[in-house]
């Protein structure tokens, strides 16, 4: 069983253009969560996501940023028009139904914006 | 101090010490964790306590949680260099589903 994947692994952007990070939860998930980390800190939830479904975006910063995860395919994390501000580790993470709370996280993106 | 802060910051031991690393946070919490990073990886989920529970073990790993105090403790016994990472604790209220975590400690155990 293949745990939570990402990528790309490594990202670089200019300012202004578009990062598009992806995650595919492990077999059985139907739950991924994205959480953004920088240099020295620990994470920070941003959104919570289900099938087709945003549960809680509390996290997410309210312009530039969006999130989904489709019926078919990964869950992607969009960043229009990044900012150097934006470069971090991205970490999704995922669930099955039945353990809510132990949460299993991917390998991280690595945005860097220049 | 942000919930699910730890102590302290860094902790640099030699190999066969013993490592206690504390995090303490300022809500009531559903559950606890611990997880572990190694440098420029993502996390590794260690153990899991329950609001109800008072300590856990998992191989060389004694968790303890104290929700008077509002703190958890995680003890590796036995260190060894492979121990050299980021650990960071990480609660939950329950009704969200969102981890909140700590700034971590920084471990590093000396050959």
């Given at each position: ?25 492990m ?11 920088l ?9 919570y996501l289900?099938k ?6 509390s ?8 999130a ?6 990964p ?10 501000g934006d ?5 999704c993470a ?5 353990q809510?709370y ?10 860097t914006?220049? | ?13 030699q190999?066969?010490e ?11 919490i ?5 997880y572990r990073?190694?440098?420029g990886r ?8 329950r ?5 856990k ?9 104290d929700t008077?105090k ?10 060894r ?5 980021s ?8 009704s969200a589903?969102?981890?909140t975590?700590g700034?971590g ?7």
């Open positions: 069983n293949a745990g939570v994947m990402q990528n790309p692994r490594h990202l670089v952007r200019r300012r202004g253009q578009e990062a598009r990070l992806r995650c595919s939860p077999k059985g998930h139907s739950h991924v969560y994205w959480y953004r980390q240099p020295e800190e620990g994470l920070k939830f941003m959104v289900q087709e479904n945003i549960i809680d975006e996290g997410m910063p309210k312009e530039r940023f969006s989904e995860f489709p019926k078919e395919g869950s992607i994390l969009r960043i229009q028009q990044v900012v150097r470069s971090a580790a991205y970490f995922s669930s099955p139904p039945e809510i132990e949460q299993y996280f991917g390998p991280g993106t690595r945005l914006v220049t | 101090s942000q919930q699910g802060e730890e102590d302290p910051q860094a902790l640099s031991i190999e066969g013993n490592a206690t690393m504390n995090c303490s946070y300022k809500t009531s559903n559950n606890l964790q611990w990073q190694n440098s993502g996390l590794v989920h260690l153990i899991l306590i609001s109800n529970e008072r300590e073990h998992s191989g060389r790993l004694r968790v303890t949680l008077s509002k703190s958890s403790s995680l003890l590796i016994t036995a260190s260099a492979a121990d050299t990472a650990y960071f604790c990480a609660t939950d209220k329950g589903r969102q981890l975590f700034s400690t920084q471990l590093t155990v000396l050959p």
